[in-house]
């Protein structure tokens, strides 16, 4: 009988309520007795499927460079609870069978999986063995896992390159002129091995081995490099080097006195050395220029020692292009390329990586990590301006994108110039949900950036008052202090990126509990970034140190994080609550009281009269990977009587009226609201509420719903007079709490008043349109003049 047939004989005696004992003894599919070797550093696993939660789906494994699906012929709750471990849950609460969640595609890679539920990795469980099935993906397993993660796990959800990388441990260029100009974009190509580092013999050696080459190191493009004047100058520069050595070395060397040996001399040393001249590690490389790292091709390796010669060559060398962003252009702005963009990354801590939104039809949305590789990853690395892809991530890894899904089962071959260019399939409702958006985390030219800046005194690597790398006018190094009177989240931003820590968490401009150091000059003042910087040092600053508060504990400081929150607004439910009320002056105190209304309003004839208001629902979402909690601690929240609640923020919320040249004309409550978890996504659970002075957040996958018929939930334009106007909305206006992205935190409408009735059409977040879309968006008939058309 096979294991569907003990299925079904099962299910007939749980009806019953009883256990066949024939059932059991003619039970004969083959028990596993096999082991699959262990695969730990290599195997990723992802739930994916429709419909389900995030903490359910059918189970995937990423084996040998492809994903593949699990029989459920003799699964049990003790593989999935091994299976939801591995995902990064405490243990799991159910099974599926038969494709619950949809048919998987390509590999089955494992069935007959038989675990005791303690095991470490599914691989240690008993099976057939990779790849051996007699499945269909009919009977693809899922797994249910409990919604609770295990502390400190790592997401599983990182495609990897999969080679050896203890063939290849590091790749570098070495530039044959000295210079202090980062990137290298130029030089011999070496190979780290054991202590030192080797050459490539170039016999042999293709443009596609070089586009490799430049990849792994950051860069885009490759370009042909002068192979005559690398022969000259390296021939050249050994010979010097011979020369320099025969002249200081004629002297008899020292004898030991112990054994009467010849000591050898430093001269005989370096003679001998250069002699060696070259150590060539790989004498041939045979790329197809996809590969995203050079152990990914086949090569040739010396079977001897690594001095061996390159006959009829000499060391390989590349030259590569670099992206935009990386152009050296002698202190001068950069340019900003005229070319219209079709994708973007979002979500990133740094430079080069975030999640994948592309254009279509004006608007951005995200690709479906079906079927997402490091092939199609490196294709969008390349066409942003970097080298190719170090990992390909799926599952919402760099958080959840709103809006449209474009791009779902991505295939590319890696020679592709845009994603656009790769063969994909159109997106329906039910194939792909955000919690499956595709990130890349790309390769970035190597720019030494840490190494002007430290943290010191904190309790963690994450923590700490920052010192800058300062020279004098004597060429002499020392650490130095930065003025915290203006720092912030943005500039702290700057610092945890430069230093490779992540997001920012807070920016401080007080450190006397982080004393621990003897610097205690300072050495920058006046700090003020966009957020956008790769180093402070391109920050602006003032040119003379002008500092206030002078003293070391008045320095600044900065914690960062693996994670942080992100907050965006619901554009359309915003457009679809908006009408206007005249709401009589005596049911407005409370809302004066909290600077609610117009300057206008202290002059009206209370509590006769009224106030116009512009009224409409906030939505307000975490599609972070932290949660968003308030930058003040409870002990210092403001409690207001007339509405009898907390505030947490001075400052949540802008809402502004804006004429056609940006003016305000109605500014709206600037929102300190108490915060809240009104509502979240199905399985996640509700962490935070304002009643009986509970704490306040918004938990990643739910939203603080803001109604439309609640206080201060307003604009008075009471003395706006009728026209063409731009609503805009911008939550947590002043960056006081990190956020991974603040782009996304503006909403924009166009607003038509007549006097009487109002409407909002093209709303949306800042960000959501292309340049193109948002110029349309301002030039909105009327818009310009004023007048109602």
Known sequence: MNSRCWKRCFIISFLLGVWFPACILVQTTPRPTSTPKPQSDRLQFRLVGYPRKHNEGRIEIFYKGEWGTICDDDFSLSNAHVLCRQLGFVAATGWTHSAKYGKGLGKIWLDNVQCNGGEKSIELCKSRGWGNSDCTHDEDAGVICKDERIPGFVDSNVIHVQVDENKVEEVRLRPVVTTKKRPITEGVVEVKYKDGWTQICDVGWTPKNTRVICGMLGFPHERKVNKNFYKNHLRKRAAEKEAKANVSGPRLPPRDKANGRAKPSTASKRLSAERQKHQYRLHSVACVGTEVHLAACPLEFNKGNATETCEGGMPAVVSCVPGPQYVQNNGQKKKKPQ??????????????????????????????????????????????????????????????????IHMNEVQCLGTEKSIWNCGFKNITSEDCQHIEDAAVRCNTPYMAFENSLRLTGGRTPYEGRVEVLSVDANGTQSWGLVCGGAWGTKEAMVVCRQLGLGYANHGLQETWYWDGSNVTEMVMSGVKCTGNEMALSQCQHHKTISCQKTSAKFSAGVICSETASDLVLNAPLVQQTVYIEDRPLHMLYCAAEEDCLSKSAAKANWPYGHRRLLRFSSQIHNIGRADFRPKAGRHSWIWHACHGHYHSMDIFTHYDLLSSNGTKVAEGHKASFCLEDTECHEGISKRYECANFGEQGITVGCWDLYRHDIDCQWIDITDVKPGNYVLQIVINPNFEVAESDFTNNAMKCNCKYDGHRIWLHNCHMGDAFSDEAERRFEKYPGQLNNQIS
């Open 339 to 404: 070319t219209t963009t079709t994708v973007r990354l979002k979500g990133g801590a740094k430079l080069g990586e975030g999640r994948v939104e592309v254009l279509k039809n004006n608007e951005w949305g995200t690709v479906c990590d079906d079927r997402w590789t490091l092939l199609s990853a490196s294709v969008v690395c390349r066409e942003l301006g970097f080298g190719s892809a170090k990992d390909a991530f799926t599952g919402a890894r760099m958080g959840q994108g709103i809006g449209p």
